[in-house]
């Protein structure tokens, strides 16, 4: 088990994560492309947190703060979601291009 | 006293300059209720100062030698512009014909222009051309002599463009203005190679370094051919001659000036140039040339007319011409004295016809005739400037003539014919117009002509009377050759060929046995001379031509190519921006792509060394 490993795992993850950021059509789903993304985050800071600094683990903390701001922003990301889809009827990224040049 | 009058000559183009100025009140938009009439009385009196102060201050140059004076003007870094003033008997005697003839043209100008609202303008041009000729006169360098000529030449133009409501006055005066103006042009690139040869402008100095010079001969041809070229313009010579034939749609009071001295004002500038001109003998050459082709080509125009002034204007030409060759092979004495000749004779031809002119109206010599008994003053003037023109004893023109011809015999003996032939053709052309005029039966347009009235006929007279006394006055100054020194065959010569002339046109013009209009054998070359060689066409099909196309080509190189250029790097930022602006495609996720791609971007060039290794 190395640190390696687990920042390659964590980048994967953001990877995936903007992927879908970027290609999904669907609301939702970037909004859970964002918490993927998120998530590869609190892996990093875990694995520096375990390996790099054992004594104070500032690392796990930084990721309470991050689960929980994540969660709140899931939750106002969801409300505007909604604002916009109560407004268009719809959930289609591809829709939302109104402020173009 | 009277060497103050000598040494304050200087002020006589003042005089005129002070009138010009002043008459320019009168103009009608100034002093609106009085009417022109006192600009030209007022110049009237200032002209009659300045010949008077000639006329007392020439005697006292007669009997002194030259003096110089000298005004300085301009200092600059290594150029020390200073006018220098040449006080003689024939400068004071060159200002004293000029305020003389613009005094007669002046009284003329006062008869003739009754009808005319115009005085101050006019009157102010005629003493602006006193003023230049002048300063012309006395300066005694190059470099004023060419800014007076180019005074001059603007002031031909303003007064050739009198009445600029005609538009042939309006042509004329363009053309008067651009002939002179690039023969003057020459002329400047001359002025300037020769400062570097001869280190001055002065005449006198300039004589002198000719003297001794040992110039490249190209560069001594080509400075000569530049300097060729101002007072080629200026005496209306070959191929820069149309000028003066429509120069003499101006008012003609100023043509009395123009015919009679202002061409003369190159031949001045060309006679002080003299020993420099005769550095390149291929100068001289082309001097002579240009001189004997004007003088035959002028007299034949000049006989092709039907217009009364323009018949006399090529005639102007053509002793233009003989001046031109009187300088090219060296004879100036009898160059000036050909000058003053031709002046007032020139004077009297000019003032008779527009006395004719005035109330017949016409100026076609086809509808003119028969004036000679109601007319006799006109005609009798006419006769005598006839004879002071060509070589007729015992007046002026024949002893210029006989003096020239003699020269010409002992060093250029072909350029005697042509003398010769000038001189018999003139006499035929001026007969012809005599014939015209005054012989025959009256024609509807003379049917009923009054002589005129006394402001026109006194200074025709006294023109007339001076041209009798000239050769009183010239012995009395004893510039005429004795009879022992006389060279008679060349004076019978001379004699032969202006009676030869005065005989066949008597007997073509003034004998009624020939009917009129006379058709030559072969057409076209009649219209040849009538149209003046048709220079107006070649002109346009040459230098116009080339000068037009060429501007227009630069002017649409201008317009597309150099303005296109500039407003392609406009036309490329607008399209860009336009084009560029769909980058902003309103897609958060693509927003999110480029943010993603541009660190990525970043990272990859800030890690690059790392990765290299």
């Not at chain 2, 002509?449 to 006055?473: A, C, D, K, R």
Request: with cysteine; glycine share 8%; net charge neutral.
């Amino acid at each position: 088990m190395q640190l390696q490993y687990f920042l390659i795992l964590a980048a994967a993850l953001f990877c995936i994560g903007i992927y879908g950021l970027i290609n999904s059509r669907n609301a939702v789903r970037v909004l859970m492309s964002v918490e993927l993304m998120l998530n590869a985050v609190n892996l990093n800071l875990m694995a520096f947190s375990n390996f790099l600094d054992p004594q104070t683990i500032k690392g796990q903390v930084f990721t309470v703060f991050v689960i929980a701001i994540a969660a709140a922003e899931a939750a106002i990301g969801l409300a505007i979601v909604l604002a916009i889809y109560r407004n268009r009827d719809t959930v289609d990224m591809e829709q939302f291009n109104l402020l173009k040049w | 006293m009277t060497q103050f009058l000598l040494q304050t000559v200087w002020l006589i183009p003042c005089y005129a300059i002070a009138g010009a100025v002043v008459s320019i009140l009168w103009s009608p938009a100034l002093i609106r209720r009085t009417g022109p009439r006192p600009a030209g009385y007022l110049n009237l009196c200032m002209t009659i100062l300045a010949f008077v102060h000639s006329l007392i201050a020439f005697p006292i140059a007669w009997q002194h030698p030259a003096q110089q004076l000298s005004v300085p003007w301009l200092q600059v870094a290594g150029l020390d512009l200073t006018l220098p003033l040449d006080i003689s008997a024939i400068t004071v005697g060159a200002s004293l014909l000029v305020t003389g003839l613009n005094m007669l043209a002046q009284v003329y100008a006062i008869g003739y222009l009754e009808m005319d609202w115009g005085w101050s303008r006019f009157f102010a041009f005629l003493s602006l051309f006193e003023a230049g000729m002048c300063s012309l006169a006395f300066c005694n360098s190059l470099f004023f002599g060419f800014m007076i000529l180019e005074i001059l030449t603007l002031g031909t133009y303003l007064l050739v463009g009198t009445w600029f409501n005609q538009s042939l006055v309006v042509t004329g005066a363009r053309d008067a203005f651009l002939t002179k103006r690039v023969g003057d042009l020459f002329l400047l690139m001359g002025v300037l190679a020769i400062y570097p040869l001869a280190g001055t402008w002065d005449f006198d100095q300039l004589a002198q370094w000719a003297e001794t010079a040992t110039v490249d001969p190209t560069i001594a041809t080509l400075v000569g051919l530049a300097l060729l070229a101002g007072p080629m313009g200026k005496c209306a010579q070959f191929p820069l001659h149309l000028w003066l034939d429509e120069a003499m749609e101006g008012p003609l009071p100023s043509t009395i000036l123009r015919n009679s001295v202002v061409v003369a004002t190159g031949a001045w500038v060309l006679i002080k140039l003299q020993p420099v001109l005769a550095l390149s003998p291929v100068v001289l050459t082309v001097m002579i040339t240009i001189g004997a082709v004007t003088a035959v080509g002028g007299t034949l125009i000049a006989i092709a007319q039907i217009d009364v002034k323009r018949a006399l204007s090529y005639s102007v030409s053509a002793y233009m011409g003989l001046v031109f060759i009187a300088v090219g092979t060296g004879q100036t004495n009898a160059a000036l004295l050909l000058i003053l000749s031709h002046a007032l004779a020139q004077g009297v031809l000019v003032t008779s016809t527009g006395s004719i002119v005035l109330n017949s109206i016409t100026q076609d010599l086809t509808q003119l005739g028969g004036l000679g008994r109601r007319r006799p003053m006109s005609a009798l003037c006419y006769l005598v400037g006839v004879a002071g023109l060509i070589g007729l004893p015992p007046l002026g023109g024949f002893w210029a003539l006989l003096k020239l011809a003699d020269g010409l015999w002992a060093t250029h003996p072909w350029l005697v014919p042509v003398l010769l032939l000038v001189n018999g053709l003139t006499a035929f052309s001026m007969v012809r117009e005599f014939g015209l005029i005054f012989a025959g039966s009256p024609k509807p347009m003379t049917e009923r002509s009054p002589e005129n009235f006394w402001l026109i006929t006194l200074p025709m007279m006294v023109l007339m009377g001076l041209t009798l006394h000239l050769p009183l006055i010239l012995q009395s100054l004893a510039l005429l050759p004795s009879w022992a020194t006389l060279n008679q065959e060349m004076a019978i010569l001379l004699l032969w060929s202006s009676l030869t002339g005065i005989g066949i046109g008597a007997v073509v013009y003034v004998g009624q046995n020939i009917s009129k209009p006379i058709q030559l054998p072969w057409k076209p070359l009649q219209t040849l001379f009538a149209y003046d060689l048709y220079t107006p066409q070649l002109y346009r099909s040459s230098i116009v031509f080339c000068v037009d196309w060429a501007s227009r080509i630069t002017d649409w190189f201008d317009r597309q190519i150099v303005d296109g250029a500039v407003n392609l790097v406009g036309l490329a930022s607008l399209f860009s921006g336009e084009a560029l602006k769909y980058s902003n495609s309103g897609q958060g996720q693509f927003y999110i792509l480029t943010i993603a791609l541009g660190l990525a971007a970043i990272a990859l060039s800030m890690s690059w060394p790392l990765i290299l290794h």
